[in-house]
């Protein structure tokens, strides 16, 4: 990231996301939790949900492979997982505040390249380009070529990620990408599904999670400083609101109406790991082509 590179609202939020995490549930994982159906859920669970969710990907990632790029690879927990296993990791995430704490975890042996994805060029090329929860952050249709360009002619794609139904709305959460434009994207690249697993009733309970949370500490803690506010500034107070209006409802829409839950995430989105191989072929509008024409 270019110095003068301003903050994004998206970086901004992973970055109060991995500072609470590390704080109240102890754990410096940036993915969801995949729970088991006999692991409470609770926060003190959840490092032990995320240590599960690594076992899962690592778990599906194909014999052979020796070298993998982790993209948007957060605070460099899944790397060191990836490395503890014996492979090869390159790390490319834009955000120097996560990256200076994954440069801590995981040495100078690890190279991690200060980068949007789309961006990155290197020489080398990888066995596996992985993406756990950093694709719905990509640009479709390039992220997609440039992974293919990234990859040895027998490599891996891996996601882990959520996607979005198609529905009439857009729901009380945002990201990722509409799976049906997804699979549109990806049939134009030499890329072939390998594996796809949905794993949504296991990430679901995340956002129970997080919704109990913002309902039982945040929101009386938000009511409670408004009232103190309103009552020692009231001409101060009404302005703020007054000004700050529209964003102050959206907020208010999106976090403090108790709809992120579960239950929603299960309608509005679905978690994929899925698994591609790079072939020589592609498939462009029911055709199929040599890779390169
Ligand atoms: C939710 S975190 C996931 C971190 C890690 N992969 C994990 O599974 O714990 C998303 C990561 O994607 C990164 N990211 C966002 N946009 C990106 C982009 N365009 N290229 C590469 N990484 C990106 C963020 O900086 C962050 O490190």
Same mark, same amino acid.
């Given at each position: ?6 903050? /994004?609202?998206?970086? %901004? ?19 969801? +939790? ?6 409470? %859920?609770? @926060?003190?669970? %959840?490092?032990? =949900? ?7 990907? @690592? ?14 690879? #957060?605070?460099?927990? %899944? ?28 040495? $100078? ?21 992985? *993406?756990?929860? $950093? ?14 360009? @990234? ?6 794609? &891996? ?11 857009? #729901?009380?959460? +945002?990201? +990722?990408?509409?799976?049906?434009? *997804?699979?549109?994207?990806? $049939? ?47 001409? &101060?107070?009404? !302005?703020?609101?007054?000004?700050? /209006? ?11 109406? +108790?709809?992120?839950?579960? =239950? ?9 790991? !899925? ?17 390169? &024409?």
């Amino acid at each position: 990231m270019e110095k003068n590179q301003k903050l /994004s609202v998206q970086e %901004l939020g992973l970055e109060c996301a991995i500072v609470l995490a590390e704080y109240l549930a102890k754990t410096d994982d940036l993915h969801y +939790g995949y729970w088991d159906s006999d692991v409470p %859920l609770e @926060l003190a669970n %959840l490092k032990q =949900a995320q240590e599960a969710h690594s076992n899962f990907l @690592l778990s599906h990632i194909p014999p052979g492979v020796k070298t993998i790029l982790d993209v948007g690879s #957060g605070v460099g927990a %899944l790397a060191s997982r990836l490395k503890a296993a014996g492979y090869e990791v390159d790390c490319v995430s834009p955000s120097p505040f996560l990256n200076e704490r994954a440069r801590r975890r995981l040495g $100078s042996d690890t190279p991690i390249f200060e980068s949007r994805f789309e961006e990155f060029q290197t020489e080398k090329r990888y066995d596996m380009v992985l *993406f756990s929860e $950093s694709f719905q952050y990509m640009k479709l249709d390039i992220a997609l070529k440039h992974t293919c360009e @990234l990859l040895q002619p027998d490599g891996y794609l &891996l996601i882990c990620d959520f996607f979005k139904n198609p529905m009439p709305d857009r #729901g009380p959460m +945002g990201g +990722g990408h509409y799976l049906a434009k *997804f699979h549109d994207s990806i $049939s134009c690249q030499p890329l072939t599904l390998v594996t796809d697993i949905d794993i949504t009733a296991q990430t679901a309970p995340n956002l129970d999670l997080t919704q109990g949370f913002v309902t039982a500490v945040v929101q009386p803690m938000k009511e409670r400083a408004c009232e103190l506010a309103r009552q020692r500034q009231p001409f &101060l107070y009404k !302005m703020i609101r007054w000004t700050l /209006s529209k964003p102050i409802e959206q907020v208010n829409k999106k976090y403090f109406t +108790g709809q992120r839950t579960g =239950a929603n995430f299960a309608i509005y989105k679905t978690y994929r790991l !899925m698994l591609f191989s790079k072939d020589k072929t592609c498939i462009t509008a029911g055709f199929l082509q040599p890779s390169g &024409l």
